[in-house]
Structure formats: C-alpha cells, structure tokens
C-alpha cells in the first residue's frame, strides 16, 4: 500500500470527521479499531465519526491493493487537545501514514508567518526577505521510531530517517543517518493502543523500550534511552519551526546544527484540491562572512513532486556549509499548474545559528 493510499485513510476522514460528521459512503460497525496491511504495508486509520463520539470500528477495502488484507493493529484513542504524549505512546502519522512510537518530545518554537501576532517571547526578521516581524511561539514535536515495515511504503519523502550526525570515523569526518528516526508535530500524531509487546519494528525499539503492562502507555524508557538522549542532546535537539504559505502552499522548515554545517528539513503541503508540480528551487544563502550565493535548479533532491489531493505533501532534507558560523537562508520554490502557468510560492527565511556552547561532533552513536 503506497503511502499517498494510507495517508487518504487517515487525512481525509479526519478531515470529513473533522467538518461534517461521517462520510456518506461509510457505513460504521460496532467498535473502532485500526486497520493495517496484512502483507506490511503502511497502517490506515478509518475515522468515520467525529474523535468525542463514543469509539467505533471501521474496516473499509477503499483503494485498497489488490490481494492486501487489512489486519488490526490497535484501538484508536483520542488525539490530545491539550498536554503532551508520554513516551511510548503507539501514534499514525495523520499526513504519511506510518506507525511510530513516541520516545521523546522537544519544545520548539514555531515562527509562523501565516498568523498575524502571535503572543511569543521570542521574535525573528530575516534581512531579505521583506520587513515582516514574526513571533515565536512554543510548540511540541516528538521524537519517535518509524515502523520499519512501513518505511518502504512512505513515496512522499526523499527518505525515512529525520536525524543525521556529522562524526569522526577513522580520523575522517563524515556524515551518516540513523534510518527510520523522526521529529513529528503534536498536531500530526494520531494515537492507539496495542496489545502486542513489540507493536513497532526498528532495531531499537527493544534497546530503547521495555514492555510495562501496569504503564499507560505500557511502553516505557530504558535507561539506554536516557543515555542515548543526554550524549547526543545537541545533535538531535529541535529548536526552531518556520513556516508561510502562498496560494495555498505551505512550506515548512525546520533547521538543525551539526557542526560546521547545517541540515535542513523542508515539508511542501497542498491545502487546495488543485493538482500542482514542484518545478523550480531558487535560493538566497547569506552567511555573516559577507558572502550571498544563489542557488537555482530543477525540482528537489533530484525529484519534482506532484501535489494533489490524494498525496498532498512531500518531505526532504538537505544539507548547507557556510564560511562563518551563522547565516540565512530564504527563497521561493516555482510551481506549475494543469494548464501550464508558474507561480512562486515562499520559503520562509530562516537562521543558521551555530549552538551557543561550545560543542565538538559525535565520535559516533552513544548508547
């Protein structure tokens, strides 16, 4: 099952759930429960009743592959409104469908350039890119561990693994991915529960995690874990969210420092029901040495995504060095529509800020 199929299960009937009640061509059976591809494919949660409605079950062979067998993976809880999620805690993610688990949350600030003054204690204004003041506001995003079985399902990311290191490997420096680890907005997590002891299939899940049936959720922290997230505290940490939209695209990025250079995650979402095509990037990299370079050319991390109803978001990371130990980035990425006309939409501007302590990479993973 693609993920763009999964995605549809999830996005669109919370959406529906959402604005009107249920859709008119689900018909709900007596429990709620969540639904996965028999074969391993990427889990999809049929919400046919609005979330404060007693619970439901659903099981529904809409765009379903043929040959796939939907099996159950959980019981739908409701979506915190108000708190955090606790560590552990068994979540789909509402726009790329797979299943996680929680292992952490970060307190980021969230620059949105789409809400006019948010009340913030903090505030940002690129040079360049316009005179607008945008306030920070605190937001929490998770760290989690994607589902390996649903990595492969994932079409609307450039890849399944959120976190890199910049490290020292035979006096070499070099940079390298921890596959299938990921940050993830509070607003994006849609949470169940699970009987099953290892619901979740990565390689650490059972070196981070340890089944605990008197916890809720009955998943909770090694002291790996806790280990693993004091030593590399600076390389994971997520601290700043930008975020603007035009006509209807909304461009999200969300910067991380890794010594001596800079990695950049950048989600593209569609909130119109028009077919759109990413065609064009145009950067603006303005380091503090003076220097301001342009970057131009086709489409991103060698793809040119296709954003439409069905699959409305895609997701990439890339990496930027610059000659002094902070800068700006801003830009516009160029669209195309059905009938062939172009539009620019903005990439919020967005600093480059080495961590204040000083601190040298990772030798490597520390457990």
């Known amino acids: 099952m693609s993920g763009g199929a999964a995605r549809r299960y999830v996005a669109a009937a919370l959406g529906r759930a959402r604005a009107r009640g249920p859709p008119p061509l689900w018909e709900p059976p007596p429990a709620r429960q969540l639904r996965a591809l028999g074969t391993g494919g990427t889990a999809a949660l049929p919400l046919p009743l609005p979330l404060l409605l007693p619970p439901r079950r659903h099981l529904s062979s809409r765009n379903r592959p043929e040959g796939k067998v939907l099996e159950t993976v959980g019981v739908f809880e409701a979506p915190k409104q108000h708190g955090k999620y606790e560590t552990g805690q068994l979540f789909l993610h509402s726009v790329f469908g797979y299943r996680g688990i929680v292992l952490f949350p970060w307190q ?23 005179s607008k003041e945008v306030k920070g506001k605190t937001h929490t995003y998770y760290q989690v561990l994607i589902d390996a079985r649903d990595c492969p399902h994932i079409s609307q990311r450039s890849q399944t693994e959120a976190v890199t290191f910049l490290a020292n490997h035979d006096d070499s420096r070099a940079l390298y991915a921890i596959p299938g680890l990921d940050y993830v907005s509070h607003e994006d997590i849609l949470p169940y529960s699970s009987t099953d002891q290892v619901p979740i299939q990565h390689e650490l899940f059972e070196r981070f995690l ?3 049936q008197t916890k809720v959720p009955p998943f909770v922290a090694r002291d790996t874990l806790c280990a693993w997230q004091e030593k590399n505290h600076p390389w994971l940490e997520l601290s700043d969210v930008h975020r603007e939209t035009t006509e209807n695209i909304r461009v999200t990025v969300i910067p991380f420092y890794m010594g001596m250079r800079w990695r950049y995650c950048i989600r593209l979402e569609n909130l119109d029901s028009e077919v759109v095509q990413l065609r064009e990037r145009h950067w603006r990299i303005f380091s503090l040495s003076g220097t301001l370079e342009t970057v131009r050319g086709r489409g991103v991390v060698g793809r040119e995504p296709v954003l439409s109803k069905e699959q409305p978001a895609f997701q990439y990371s890339s990496h930027v060095s610059l000659q002094a130990s902070s800068g700006h980035m801003w830009g516009t990425f160029r669209f195309e529509r059905p009938d062939g006309s172009h539009f620019d939409v903005r990439i919020p501007p967005f600093s480059l800020e080495s ?13």
């Open 108 to 130: 980021a600030r969230l620059y949105d350039r789409d809400v006019a003054s948010p009340v913030t204690e903090k505030s940002e204004n690129v040079a360049g890119h316009g």
């Open 210 to 212: 340890m089944y605990d």
């Open 355 to 367: 961590n204040k302590d000083e601190k040298t990479p990772p030798s490597g993973l520390h457990w």
